[in-house]
């Protein structure tokens, strides 16, 4: 009886992991985490009027800008290398860091450069 018993139960646990589906792949937890946008498909957002130029005002549209005005109106003004009041796509690239493959959080370098050889222990200390 005992053996049926165990023997009914094993086929039990192995007809419920033979049914069991591994969870389907879904989409990636935040949409767009695999794809960032552009610079120039940020500025085509930002620029609401079309005309080639970030106002101050199209800026503080932004959703960043909405959380802390002070501080996108600061960025503005780092921005506008020119001082004219007006931010270019080029003026704008130039602002923003490149993208790097295996940046933070991918098992690369994290845009750091390379590392220093190892200081030689014959040599004289630098001073």
């Known amino acids: 009886m005992k053996t049926t018993i ?9 007809a419920t ?3 069991a589906q591994d969870k389907p792949a879904g989409p990636p937890k935040h949409p767009g985490a695999d794809k ?8 085509k957002k930002l620029d609401t009027n079309g005309d080639g130029k970030l106002s101050l005002e199209e800026f503080k549209a932004s959703p960043m800008a909405k ?13 506008d290398a020119n001082g004219d009041g007006k931010v270019t796509l080029e003026e704008f ?3 923003r860091p490149a993208h790097r493959p295996g940046g933070p ?5 994290g845009g750091k ?4 050889p190892p200081a030689d222990p014959a040599a004289p200390a630098a001073q």
């Open 67 to 79: 959380r802390d005005e002070a501080k996108a109106e600061e960025i503005f003004k780092k921005m």
């Open 36 to 43: 960032r946008p552009t610079p120039e498909e940020m500025f």
């Open 93 to 95: 690239k130039a602002s």
């Open 17 to 19: 992991l033979s049914f």
């Open 105 to 109: 959080g991918k098992g690369g370098k």
């Open 6 to 14: 165990a023997t009914l139960s094993a086929l039990a646990v192995a």
């Open 113 to 116: 450069g390379p590392k220093a």
